[in-house]
Nanobody, 127 residues
Framework: QVHLVESGGGLAQTGGSLRLSCAVSGLSFGNYAMGWFRQAPGKEREFVGRINQSADLTYYSDSVKGRFTISRDNDKNTVLLQMNSLKPEDTAVYFC????????????????????WGQGTQVTVSS
């Protein structure tokens, strides 16, 4: 059975940092690209970023580019989201997700591209 478990969420101040972790089990982690999404109250789930299987390619939404960094450790089956210079508009539930496809495309920013999802972790940024 596949499990994706996010952790590391919490409360941060504007300009602060948080690091989210996603622990993955039940699949061949190194064969999956990993994405991060977020969902604010009353809004659709939106793409944050993605890292490819070999960790040499990353992609980010314009809203987080330059502030957030995705990394992964294929030995530990873990993907990380380092969030710096946090803003109140970063407040959301953050989800990690796994996609078996290798090639990045515009579809990779859509939730439908991902086969497995975690349950999410809340991030709240106070102003």
């Amino acid at each position: 059975q596949v499990h994706l478990v996010e952790s590391g969420g919490g409360l941060a101040q504007t300009g602060g940092s948080l690091r989210l972790s996603c622990a993955v089990s039940g699949l061949s982690f190194g064969n999956y690209a990993m994405g991060w999404f977020r969902q604010a109250p009353g809004k659709e789930r939106e793409f944050v970023g993605r890292i490819n299987q070999s960790a040499d390619l990353t992609y980010y939404s314009d809203s987080v580019k330059g502030r957030f960094t995705i990394s992964r450790d294929n030995d530990k089956n873990t993907v990380l989201l380092q969030m710096n210079s946090l803003k109140p508009e970063d407040t959301a539930v953050y989800f990690c997700a796994a996609d078996y496809r290798i090639t990045y495309s515009s579809d990779s920013t859509r939730t439908q591209a991902y086969q497995y999802w975690g349950q999410g972790t809340q991030v709240t940024v106070s102003s």
